[in-house]
């Protein structure tokens, strides 16, 4: 009896083994399918020989069908490539070519798939800016934006950064992503000595005598200030680091951002084909901008086609005038697109103005010649005031009039001090030329 017994319960364990391997190749398991090919079949029970024999075969119909989906998913993307480069080229040519500023900088506006733009943070760091004010700064863009899209920072520094001050840095990036130093990406780089010095041809006594003669304006006595208009006005887009990058957020030391933004704005530039933002604008000190605008003129003759239709000439000229007014877009805050910089247009534009001197015998700014040379070479619907960011750097703010922008990002700023629409800002005049509705009580500030 026992052993009639044993046999049933064996047997049973039997058929319960055979009965998971056939059900494990039912389920496509891997290691299962040579068993069930050359010695499971033959032995199972009749009833479950068809799921062994069904699961082979459908074994094989799904890997027929993975190679080709694969295969079809590879001819999709080299299609999609294909037609890229053809939509690439196509409006290159309906630009003019890749020598005007638009042409050239096609490329940076195909968001091939929904990739995210290639873009990262920009920080310059001299001899003279305090590493409170830098922390502060990373500070303020990662709580206020970052934290939702961990972009790249890159920090050029005036010489080699200590390694303390590295950690600092990192540290202050990993505290604003909650310790996560895997969403953390920092690149470190040096500015070459060459790009940090008077160029071959300034006559260093003529330049000293600047220095004595502008004193009288801020930063007019200080070569180190024109050192870096030199080079951010040059040569910060040229260094290697940025290579891989389209776009790029300028981010000073002691800076302070007012307003949640909840959107990535990376990506609303180039969805929108803008190509620069700021947020302050205004009239420079005249003695800075000697004889800048005769030599933007004589450019503008000299090389006519790299002037663009409908550019934003009249925002560096009094109404319905050629006069100069000395507006600029204060770079201090600046979203952009590196590859304005980087083309022949701009190139050109920057050799013409640097070789004048005028960086170290008056006091051109890096503020000024961008300005120029965006409003000389573009149209002027790629130049974007940014109104629902908020942002302050010096005595300066710039705090949205609008309640609804002010409410909808949740601004943490006094209204009553926006500069956008005071005497001395360009921000009126700005929205004047576009024909833009000035928001409610904008009249009403001092």
């Not at 709580?143 to 899209?149: A, D, T």
């Amino acid at each position: 009896m026992h052993f009639l017994l044993s046999k049933k319960i064996a047997r049973f364990l039997l058929i319960s083994f055979l009965f998971v391997l056939a059900l494990m190749v039912t389920l496509n398991h891997p290691t299962t399918k040579e068993i069930s090919e050359q010695y499971l079949a033959p032995y199972l029970p009749k009833s479950l020989q068809p799921i062994a024999k069904i699961s082979v075969e459908e074994q094989r119909r799904i890997q027929h069908e993975q190679e080709e989906a694969e295969l079809k998913q590879s001819l999709e993307e080299a299609a999609i490539r294909n037609a890229t480069s053809n939509a690439i080229k196509e409006k290159i040519k309906s630009y003019g070519g890749n020598e005007t500023t638009l042409g050239f900088m096609v490329p940076s506006y195909i968001n091939h798939r929904g990739s995210p733009p290639k873009a990262c943070f920009l920080s310059l760091i001299t001899e003279q800016d305090s590493m409170a004010k830098i922390l502060h700064s990373i500070d303020e863009v990662q709580v206020k934006f970052n934290k939702n899209f961990a972009y790249p920072w890159v920090f050029i520094s005036q010489g080699k950064l200590d390694e303390t001050k590295k950690e600092m840095i990192y540290q202050a990036m990993t505290d604003s992503m909650n310790g996560n130093r895997e969403l953390i990406d920092i690149t470190f780089a040096e500015i070459p000595a060459d790009e940090w010095a008077y160029p071959e041809w300034i006559d260093e006594n003529k330049a000293a005598d600047s220095l004595i003669a502008l004193a009288n304006i801020p930063d007019g006595d200080s070569r180190a200030v024109r050192y870096q208009a030199r080079y951010l006005a040059g040569f910060f887009w040229r260094h290697p680091i940025l290579d891989e990058f389209d776009w790029y957020w300028r981010v000073d030391p002691g800076i302070d951002l007012y307003c949640d933004m909840d959107y990535d704005i990376f990506r609303w530039m180039q969805d929108n084909g803008k190509v620069y933002g700021f947020t302050l604008s205004m009239s420079e000190a005249k003695e800075a901008n000697e004889k800048i605008w005769d030599v933007t003129k004589k450019f503008s003759k000299d090389f006519p086609k790299f002037i663009s239709n409908n550019n934003f000439k009249s925002f560096v000229t009094k109404k319905d005038s050629e006069d100069f007014n000395n507006c600029e877009f204060k770079s201090n805050f600046e979203i952009g697109n590196l590859n304005f910089y980087r083309s022949p247009a701009y190139k050109k534009f920057f050799e013409y103005i640097d070789k004048e001197g005028g960086i170290f015998y008056w006091k051109w700014s890096d503020s000024i010649i961008h300005t120029l040379g965006l409003s000389l070479l573009l149209p002027k619907e790629k130049i974007h005031f940014f109104e629902n960011i908020g942002f302050h750097y010096g005595q300066y703010d710039n705090c949205p009039l609008n309640d609804d922008i002010w409410n909808k990002y949740s601004c943490d700023c006094d209204q009553g001090n926006d500069f956008t629409f005071r005497g001395s800002s360009c921000g009126g005049h700005y929205f004047d030329i576009l024909k833009m509705g000035k928001p409610e009580g904008w009249d009403k500030l001092p």
